[in-house]
């Protein structure tokens, strides 16, 4: 059998490879997608019912937004939980682990700032409440993505982490009302936009 070209070799490597790196990626679409949705629905949920200045676009009643915004995160992070285990299951090692500890991140993080902001917003307004949680939370949710991006090496994962915590910090500067429709609008936006450049650049 004639021996390979060096540069076919390469060229055969390169694209093992990449076929192996697609096996294992889960499709970029089903981690983001339904986290855009949950973000598109639930922040526009708060900011129909508690809009700028205390005003209420939509008189929906005053457990909507919060039951609807929970329900989705629940059944996001169920989906995506899955599809992540299922590309996972033929990864073991080092990747393994990091993938496993910074799930626990963002675990610990929430639980941590919950318990945080529960006793601070007794002090606060009612007005101010919801800024807090909305704004501290979507903060941490851009740090973790830009930490999983340098994790990873992954340039969509960093780059709309640091979109989150760009459009947050303009969300939070225009206030309680505004923060929800820029967190829905730009943010769950920023996620369904990263979920589609992920997919394109995976194929």
């Known amino acids: 059998m004639a021996s390979m070209d060096p540069s076919e070799a390469l060229d055969l490597i390169r694209q093992e490879r990449a076929n192996t790196g697609r096996a294992l990626t889960p499709d970029p679409r089903l ?9 598109l629905i639930g922040f526009g949920l708060s900011f129909l019912r508690y809009g700028p200045d205390g005003r209420t676009l939509v008189a929906l009643p005053e457990w909507v937004p919060l039951f609807g915004l ?17 590309s996972g299951r033929s990864v073991s090692g080092p990747t393994s682990r990091q993938g496993i500890w910074y799930g626990i991140a963002w675990s610990a993080g929430f639980t941590g700032l919950a318990v945080v902001f529960g006793r601070i917003s007794e002090v ?4 101010l409440m919801g800024l807090l949680w909305g704004g501290g939370m979507v903060a941490l949710v851009g740090a973790l993505y830009m930490a999983g991006g340098a994790i990873w090496n992954e340039r969509t994962m960093f780059t709309l982490g640091a979109w989150i915590s760009a459009v947050n910090v303009v969300g939070v500067l225009l206030g309680p009302g505004w923060h929800a429709l820029v967190a829905a609008l730009a943010g ?16």
């Open 124 to 127: 606060l307004p009612e007005h």
């Open 31 to 39: 981690m983001y997608w339904p986290w855009g949705l949950t973000w």
């Open 188 to 203: 769950g936006g920023g996620m369904l936009a990263a979920g589609l450049i992920g997919w394109m650049r995976l194929r």
């Open 70 to 86: 929970t329900a989705l995160m629940i059944a996001a992070g169920l989906f995506t939980g899955l599809v992540g285990a299922r």
